[in-house]
């Protein structure tokens, strides 16, 4: 006899993000179709650099609590990380519990990048002046791969399984999966996910080298442009993202306020190009979604597309999305108030997508006048927020290398279900 599963609840969630770190100020900006681009006047001062536009968090300051011990070894990823998990585990009553440090909590958690100011330290010392003088001790953990998910592992004393998710655009969508996974196969009952990413203008340079960067810099409000005919590139932005994952039962233990089931998780490569996002692997990562939650595509409510407003990821996720799910399912892209946040967008999405589907409404894809004839017909908000009553919603991401995510999760309606 085969043993069911454990079940997999989001008990606590939260974010830091171009938009705002709390939801009602989120929710105000996408229901008022308010935009967090802005122009970076830094951005000036390197030569050949196209773009002026950035998405960056404007109102986050390191909490007075938030002694030089425990973040020395922290740059700004970590410390946007740090808060967003904060208060994501104050909203499931865990700060205090027990399960927090006894080693049956984990974190899987991921970023883009380190902490690019801490790279540069050393690039400047080592290869441009030669010497070891001026670099800290810290600033190799500030800026290697897993530096967000072991600095929130000491900052929260976790004893538990660390899952170092660093693959770019769907570092923290896989970051969710993999804890979902965990808990599923009985290893952990508490896991920490998310994803986070520090504005650096290293990132944007090496989007705009590639000529994916939006050069509207006189308008940084109409852009960008997801499925839009008048698109011209994508926005770089920051933040971070903490969803609480927990086995049901736990949870129901503790009395712990239940926000939503995760459903289903897919995740795969395509194994074509290392940049170019392709159809067939986009939709295969669909369908694994959606066998792994059990239900049919026509069982979805509504999609938050990864829609980066770039020419061939447009109209390659709307095609895949046509292929797997039909074009009735309403779907748009949370990217066009807050630019892309590469490693932290797939956590601050399902965040936001988690949060729309309680409420009942999803924001429209921002400055999406004209849908580009080649993108596939599909069901796209835009002009103004729909109510939806969705029970089910599913949020993807694709990455450089090939990687592709799919996320399901299922509106909680009663704690006995």
Not at 358 to 383: K, Q
Request: aromatic content about 6%; some cysteine; hydrophobic content about 40%.
């Amino acid at each position: 006899m085969v043993t069911p599963k454990p079940r997999v609840v989001v008990t606590g969630m939260a974010g830091v993000s171009p938009l705002g770190s709390d939801w009602k100020t989120v929710s105000e900006a996408l229901v008022n179709g308010r935009s967090a681009i802005a122009y970076q006047p830094e951005l000036e001062d390197y030569e050949g650099m196209r773009t002026r536009l950035v998405a960056p968090v404007t109102d986050f300051e390191t909490p007075a609590h938030y002694t030089r011990k425990r973040t020395r070894s922290m740059g700004r990823v970590s410390l946007l990380a740090a808060r967003a998990t904060e208060l994501a585990l104050g909203e499931a009553g865990l700060l205090e519990a027990e399960c927090l440090v006894d080693g049956t909590t984990g974190i899987s958690y991921g970023s883009a990048a380190g902490s690019p100011p801490a790279l540069a330290t050393y690039a400047d010392a080592v290869h441009v002046r030669h010497t070891l003088h001026g670099i800290r001790a810290t600033d190799y953990v500030r800026y290697m791969s897993h530096t967000v998910a072991a600095n929130l592992a000491q900052f929260f004393s976790i004893k538990g399984r660390v899952i170092p998710t660093c693959s770019a655009c769907t570092s923290g969508s896989q970051g969710i999966g993999y804890a979902f996974e965990t808990i599923q196969a009985g290893k952990q009952v508490v896991m920490i996910a998310g994803g986070a990413e520090e504005y650096h203008p290293i990132e944007t340079a090496l989007f705009d080298v590639m000529y994916s960067t939006s050069t509207r810099n006189d308008e940084p409000h109409l852009v960008p442009r997801p499925f839009d005919s008048d698109r011209d590139g994508l926005v770089i932005g920051e933040g971070a993202g903490t969803l609480i994952l927990e086995e049901l039962e736990h949870a129901r233990r503790r009395g712990a306020p239940i926000l939503c089931e995760v459903l289903g998780f897919g995740t795969n490569c395509d194994g074509v190009h290392v940049t170019n996002p392709d159809r067939e692997g986009m939709a295969e990562v669909i369908r694994l979604g959606l066998e792994d939650a059990g239900i049919e595509p026509g069982a979805v409510d509504y999609i938050n597309a990864h829609g980066t407003a770039t020419e061939v990821g447009d109209i390659a996720e709307s095609q895949a999305t046509r292929d797997v799910v039909g074009s009735k399912t309403p779907i748009s892209s949370l990217k066009s108030y807050m630019g892309h946040t590469l490693g932290a967008c797939g956590a601050l999405e399902a965040w936001m997508t988690i949060e729309m589907m309680r409420e009942g409404w999803f924001a429209p894809t921002l400055n999406l006048d004209e849908v580009d004839s080649r993108c596939a017909e599909l069901d796209y908000i835009r002009g103004e927020i729909r109510k939806i009553d969705a029970d089910i919603v599913m949020s993807n991401n694709f990455a450089f290398g090939g990687i592709n995510t799919s996320l399901i999760f299922r509106r909680w309606n009663d704690v006995s279900a």
